[in-house]
T-cell receptor
């Protein structure tokens, strides 16, 4: 168990409302990621972080922002939710550099529905 | 065109069959290759990883990477009903994350 939790696990909201998803890790790793998973699109990277207050965009970052004020927490915010953001959101962590691998460990996911 | 293409499936096989799952890619800079398994309504979990070309075996699972053909495969021997899941290939240029994932192949192993 990689020690990753996500909250909430399920959320239904209305178009135009702000939504914040939380990812919490107990492993003290530097790298954290937010993905969304949709049928026909697989896992797509939204934003990632390589340290406290160090974040960068992924391939589908429009409409999303992130913050990381502590090593253990990575927040994903939808400023004004739209129906196209209905998806399953996964947080992931990566073990720190030094291994010949690029593997990630995923949280249980948050199922978000925007009506 | 996507950087990573995965055989779409779904795939249904009888218990005990050998399963082959495949991905092709277009970015020759990819060096790290991973296979994840995802059970229904769960997060993906790492199954196998390979750096550069070659084969890697772990129990009933074998991962193959052919960089000259830009082709990777995952073989499952003596498949079991517990192997029923969606399998995702992933690959990256560096070991700093930002993997590119295939869309996944859903496998059902029937008793």
């Amino acid at each position: 168990d990689a020690g990753i939790t996500q909250s909430p696990r399920h959320k239904v909201t209305e178009t135009g409302t702000p939504v914040t998803l939380r990812c919490h890790q107990t492993e003290n790793h530097r790298y954290m990621y937010w993905y969304r998973q949709d049928p026909g699109h697989g896992l797509r990277l939204i934003h990632y972080s390589y340290g406290v207050k160090d974040t960068d965009k992924g391939e589908v970052s429009d409409g999303y922002s992130v913050s990381r004020s502590k090593t253990e927490d990575f927040l994903l915010t939808l400023e004004s939710a739209t129906s196209s953001q209905t998806s399953v959101y996964f947080c992931a962590i990566r073990e720190d550099v030094g291994r010949a691998t690029d593997t990630q460990y995923f949280g249980p996911g948050t199922r978000l529905t925007v009506l | 065109q996507k950087e990573v293409e995965q055989d779409p499936g779904p795939l249904s096989v009888p218990e005990g069959a050998i399963v082959s799952l495949n991905c092709t890619y277009s970015n020759s800079a990819f060096q790290y290759f991973m296979w994840y398994r995802q059970y229904s309504r769960k997060g993906p979990e790492l199954l196998m990883y390979t750096y550069s070309s070659g084969n890697k075996e772990d129990g009933r699972f074998t991962a193959q990477v052919d960089k000259s053909s830009k082709y990777i495969s995952l073989f499952i021997r003596d498949s079991q009903p517990s192997d029923s899941a969606t399998y995702l290939c992933a690959m990256s240029r560096t070991n700093a994350g930002k993997s590119t994932f295939g869309d996944g192949t859903t496998l059902t192993v029937k008793p």
